[in-house]
């Protein structure tokens, strides 16, 4: 699963500040493989049809850059949907929800001192410039059967990070 909270901004004019967007994807072995991925897609109830247009350009890689890349892996998507989303993530901690569809609860690493553990400016590191802040997911859980897509995990590991992405053109 990814997950896109945007704090602020716009996409193409359309201001998409607050609102969340959500991939589901069952991954292949070779999770690098393009269009291998089977996805369902969730976009925050609460934005506008315009809202919700524009954050499903971004995220197919319209107007590319990272989400392009992330995008060439998409093969079927198999539902695009508009769910309330709950994001209440920072810092690594927090729980992302969609109800009765997906719930993710997680907590960062700590250190010695009880910092949270991040990665950052390293080989591993998911967005260049960013802390990564490495977590342990409690509890995730997908119920998705319609599409074959149905599992849960405890205590696995998770990665949150924040981003800020520009388009020229």
């Known amino acids: 699963m990814l997950a896109w909270h945007y704090d602020s901004g716009t996409i193409a004019g359309v201001d998409i500040s607050g609102l969340t967007a959500v991939a589901v994807a069952e991954i292949p072995a070779n999770m690098m493989t393009p269009g291998s991925w089977r996805v369902a897609l969730?976009?925050?109830?609460?934005?506008?049809?315009?809202?919700?247009?524009?954050?499903?350009?971004?995220?197919?890689?319209h107007y590319g850059g990272p989400m392009a890349d992330i995008a060439r892996l998409f093969?079927?998507?198999?539902?695009?949907?508009?769910?309330?989303?709950?994001?209440?993530?920072?810092?690594?901690?927090?729980?992302?929800?969609?109800?009765?569809?997906?719930?993710?609860?997680?907590?960062?690493?700590?250190?010695?001192?009880?910092?949270?553990t991040t990665l950052q400016d390293g080989t591993f590191t998911t967005v260049p410039e960013a802390p990564a802040y490495i977590a342990k997911q409690s509890r995730y859980w997908v119920k998705l059967p319609q599409f074959g897509m149905?599992?849960?995990?405890?205590?696995?590991?998770?990665?949150?990070?924040?981003?800020?992405?520009?388009?020229?053109g």
């Open 150 to 168: 149905t599992w849960e995990y405890r205590e696995s590991n998770a990665i949150q990070t924040e981003y800020r992405v520009e388009y020229d």
């Open 42 to 61: 969730f976009l925050d109830e609460r934005g506008s049809d315009a809202q919700r247009e524009a954050l499903m350009a971004g995220l197919t890689g």
């Open 75 to 116: 093969g079927e998507v198999v539902a695009v949907v508009a769910a309330p989303i709950q994001h209440d993530v920072e810092d690594g901690r927090g729980v992302l929800e969609i109800p009765r569809v997906l719930r993710c609860e997680m907590q960062p690493y700590t250190n010695m001192r009880g910092n949270a």
